[in-house]
């Protein structure tokens, strides 16, 4: 039983992706699903909650770059908030936040994001 | 005197590297490891089974050693497989992987990001990678 799941909710027009667990190959490609199919429904904002989420892999996090890249040239915006340290660390590392922001809380994210 | 060491031994199984962090995270605490520092350690960790997994191209068992120094943790990470040479991994770029159709390749720099040393040995019996963490 993969030791991940999340939940999705559309807080006007953003979808918030609340992550729980390991974000392996698995969660990178739930995550990556469900924001590729709400591009496809013409969503642009997408905010990833990870507070729940205190490891990743490389492997996980290189699918999110998928979603990094169908929103280019789209005007969309990918971020994220409430990251455990190693994993901004690992975001930075891999050089995710130049392309998706990391807020310290959903509802920072979620106002940045309405602007 | 010889350095208290702990051994794990890993099938190649999914999310086992978890396992392997749980183990990390014991050895790190013993020690007095700091958070941020005990974090770093078990995704360096985590990357360096994966690699192990995926890359020895075997299915024969991972095996971890934690060798626990005065002020220094030394984690050996071993596998049988076919070998890895970690100087012909290219140096990934976040604006080179987009639009790429090859997206991974990050482990190696993370370990060595993470870690103080990562080091790299292949003979005919497979590829150790040795990282080493400070207090």
Request: hydrophobic share 40%; with cysteine.
């Amino acid at each position: 039983m993969p030791d991940f799941d999340m939940k999705i909710k559309d807080e006007n027009g953003i979808i918030v992706v609340t992550t729980n667990g390991y974000l392996n190959n698995y969660g990178g490609e739930q995550v990556a699903s469900v924001c590729l199919q709400k591009i496809s429904e013409g969503k642009r904002k997408f905010l990833l909650n990870v507070e729940k989420t205190e490891m990743v892999n490389s492997i996980g996090v290189s699918i999110l770059i998928e979603v990094i890249e169908e929103l280019q040239g789209t005007n969309g915006k990918i971020a994220f908030c409430n990251t455990a340290p190693i994993v901004e660390k690992t975001f930075n590392i891999m050089g995710i936040s130049k392309y998706a922001k990391i807020y310290a809380s959903e509802e920072e994210g979620l106002a940045e994001l309405s602007a | 005197m010889t350095n208290p060491t702990v051994e794990l031994t890993l099938p190649v199984m999914a999310d086992m590297e978890l396992a392997a962090t749980k183990t990390a995270e014991v050895v790190a605490k013993r020690m007095g490891l700091d958070d941020m520092k005990t974090a770093e350690i078990s995704m360096a960790l985590i990357e360096a089974c994966i690699n192990a997994f995926e890359h020895s191209k075997t299915k024969d068992n991972v095996f971890i050693t934690y060798i626990i120094q005065e002020d220094t943790l030394v984690i050996k990470v071993g596998d049988r497989g076919v070998g890895f040479d970690s100087e012909v991994v290219a140096i990934p770029n976040i604006d080179e992987k987009i639009n790429s159709s090859h997206k991974r390749g990050w482990g190696v720099q993370l370990m060595k990001e993470l870690m103080d040393t990562v080091k790299f040995e292949t003979t005919e019996d497979g590829t150790t990678v040795t990282m080493t963490k400070a207090k």
